[in-house]
């Protein structure tokens, strides 16, 4: 059973910095796509971005294009979400999620076998 572990989140304050990290227990998670989404209060997860372990290619949801970036360790079996240039707006419970499968569509939540705790996000204005 893969198990995520996610830290790196906390209280900043808005156009501050925050490097996430999600750490798993599997010597081929380097062949995972691994992604990020986050939960705001009351709501269902969303997209954030994803990274195709086999390539290196990622994606992301338009609205934190250029202030988030997937990077990925595989020595150390370790996906990073470096956010940049916070705003109120991304203060939510990230998680990051993980699956062997090539995904086509990364986006859905649904496609995706293993998740992590979650690690909380404020930012304050």
Same mark, same amino acid.
């Given at each position: ?10 209280? +900043?304050? &808005? ?7 999600? #750490?798993?227990? *599997?010597?081929?998670? /380097?062949? @995972?796509? %691994? ?12 997209? +954030?971005? &994803? ?7 990622? #994606?992301?949801? *338009?609205?934190?294009? /250029?202030? @988030?970036? %997937? ?55």
């Amino acid at each position: 059973q893969v198990q995520l572990v996610e830290s790196g989140g906390g209280l +900043v304050q &808005a156009g501050d910095s925050l490097r996430l990290s999600c #750490v798993a227990n *599997d010597y081929t998670f /380097g062949a @995972f796509a %691994v992604a990020w989404f986050r939960q705001f209060a009351g709501q269902e997860r969303e997209f +954030v971005g &994803a990274i195709n372990g086999r390539d290196n290619t990622a #994606v992301y949801e *338009d609205s934190i294009k /250029g202030r @988030f970036t %997937v990077s990925t360790d595989n020595a150390k079996r370790t996906v990073y979400l470096q956010m940049d240039n916070l705003k109120t707006e991304d203060t939510a419970l990230y998680y990051c999620a993980a699956t062997i499968t090539i995904l086509s569509t990364p986006q859905l939540a649904l496609q995706y076998d293993y998740w992590g705790q979650g690690t909380q996000v404020t930012v304050s204005s």
